[in-house]
């Protein structure tokens, strides 16, 4: 996502990233990360999670109930487009660079014709990877 923040930047395009649990909490390479306790701890682990992934996206945390993450459909790694009127262009339960940047492109250009945007984030042979 940092490759495509970067990339429309300048084209009046804004990324966000909610935090809202510890999705492997107490497993095997996450066994310091527990559930959280508080609000106070919730935020603690957020801040953490922008520090080791050194984040320049906003980072908005939910409520302890994940009411906005049950709003939005309750599944890890959800994409959403919105477009500048507020309507919703583009809904994924994974966030795919590659599809969220043809999909940019085409909002940019479209709103700006003078100075179009090809997609250029290639994330092939990556799927899976770790």
Same mark, same amino acid.
């Given at each position: ?33 527990? /559930? ?6 919730? *935020?603690?682990? !957020? ?8 984040? $320049? =996206? ?40 590659? /599809? ?6 085409? *909002?940019?250009? !479209? ?8 997609? $250029? =984030? ?9």
């Amino acid at each position: 996502m940092h490759q495509l923040q970067d990339k429309y930047r300048s084209r009046d395009v804004e990324f966000l990233a909610m935090y809202v649990r510890e999705p492997h909490a107490g497993e095997r390479g996450f066994r310091h990360y527990r /559930d959280h306790e508080s609000w106070e701890h919730k *935020l603690e682990v !957020a801040r953490e999670l922008e520090a080791l992934k050194d984040m $320049t =996206i906003t980072l908005g945390v939910d409520d302890m109930s994940q009411q906005q993450h049950g709003a939005l459909g309750n599944l890890p790694n959800m994409a959403f487009v919105v477009d500048k009127d507020g309507k919703v262009v583009y809904r994924n339960t994974w966030q795919h660079a590659e /599809d969220i940047d043809a999909v940019l492109a085409q *909002l940019v250009t !479209a709103d700006d014709p003078s100075r179009p945007l090809e997609p $250029t =984030i290639s994330t092939r042979g990556l799927t899976g990877a770790i």
